[in-house]
Every structure is written in C-alpha cells, then in structure tokens.
C-alpha cells in the first residue's frame, strides 16, 4: 500500500538528516496518514487513507456547510 493520501494525493518527501558536522544522510518525510470510514451517497462505507491535514480541511469545510444552511 502506498503512503499516499487518496485524496490529495500527498506523498513522501526526501531530504537530508544533517548533523553538527555536516554529513547528510538520507531521509524520507512521510505524510501523516490517518485511516477513515467514508460513507458513500449510495449508503456503503469504504475506508480511506486521509492525511491529518486533509481531514482537518474537510471537517471545517463541512462545519461551515452546516452554518450556511
């Protein structure tokens, strides 16, 4: 399974540790998955895997959505 947000799409990043002396090494920068129950219009629910500032947005967007109405 891939470390990828399924509705972003955010991905890993790669960059270097470097340290006091300044040797780089490798490393990667994962997204924060968070695995979700998504109910689909016609009533069934898949899991997703969201990142935590993907879910962050979307709970906001539905908050003001609630407001507007």
Known sequence: MARRC?????GPLTGNNVSHAHNKTKRRQLPNLRT???TLEDGTTKKI?????????????AAQA????
């Open 6 to 10: 399924q509705v972003t799409g955010k």
């Open 36 to 38: 979700v129950r998504v």
């Open 49 to 61: 895997k969201v990142a935590a500032s993907t879910l962050r947005t979307m709970k906001k967007k």
């Open 66 to 69: 609630q407001v507007a109405e």
